[in-house]
């Protein structure tokens, strides 16, 4: 055991942005694969947890796609915590010197045992449009911080203010829309046609009503990304432009993506697609957030930065 502690990392290496990446990478796919298991109506395909069938732990043949769809994304979970043991092993050695990569590690690790168990429960309430939604917001929020990690793993720790108060102050009122849309986002699935099963009841409010009131701070948002691009731009710090040109991008795409699924009556393929694309607006928006300040790489810790990062 002491020689395996042994070779753990004692600076930021390849290794370390290696499972930084991947955790991001695996807590995004487990919202593709949720909501395809959603979309398909797969929801209650394994219809007990923690075993899919009270005799089997896989899915049986009997029970057909849907008990295969939901069945896979079972597998993907057991996936994203391998993943989040092996970062916060990897990170273990730095836990003093990098907290700041040590605690979203642990994070992501309490979070996915916590999203398994709030999984297991949407099973057992059969699919209670409260608990499903407590079950995507926790795994937005899970992205958020996969992409702090890979954004601390890559670029260093926090350093000095970078931007001038008046960005700050627009940038984090865009984060609070940017929250509002997808808990509203949230709200509007919830009240819609895709409950992940047809015997599954629905939150009881005016689907119709929620897509319109869903776009208002949806518009709000790319009107203050805008303005948040105007100032990066003006900040000079490339880290902070191109994360305005991301974020403002990921908006674009997600409002045309929203407005094609509620003209064309909710095609699951586009619901899915809108699904992963707010993960990827919150971590989009991350990553604008920590631009704001420099990121200083400490004498142990952390290898020497990326060329190019001010």
Known sequence: MKALYAKLPTLVDGRIRAIAVVSFVVQ????????????????????????????????????GIHGAIEFGNRLLSIIVGIVAVLAVVLLLRLRAQRRDLFVPAVILLVGTVLQGFIGGISVRVQ????????????SV?????????????YLGRRGERAAPSWLLVVTHVTS?????TVVVGILTTGSGPHAGDAASDRNGLDPELLQH?????AYVTVALSLVVLVGAVRSGR??????????????VLQ??????QARLGLPPLLVGIHMVLACLLASAMAWVVLSLRTSTPSSRGLSTPPHGVS
């Open 28 to 63: 995004t796919l487990i919202i593709a694969t949720g909501g395809a298991v959603r979309l398909t109506g797969s929801g209650l395909g394994c219809p007990t947890w923690p075993l899919c069938t009270d005799a089997s732990l896989i899915a049986t043949p009997e029970m």
């Open 213 to 217: 009131i869903h776009s208002w701070p």
């Open 141 to 153: 929020v899970l992205v958020v911080v996969a992409s702090i990690l890979v954004y601390r793993a």
């Open 127 to 138: 699919l209670d449009p409260s608990v499903v939604g407590v079950h995507f917001a926790i």
């Open 238 to 251: 490339a880290v902070l432009r191109w994360s305005a040109v991301a974020l403002l991008a990921v908006e």
């Open 255 to 260: 409002v045309v993506v929203g407005i094609s």
């Open 176 to 180: 609070l829309a940017v929250a509002v």
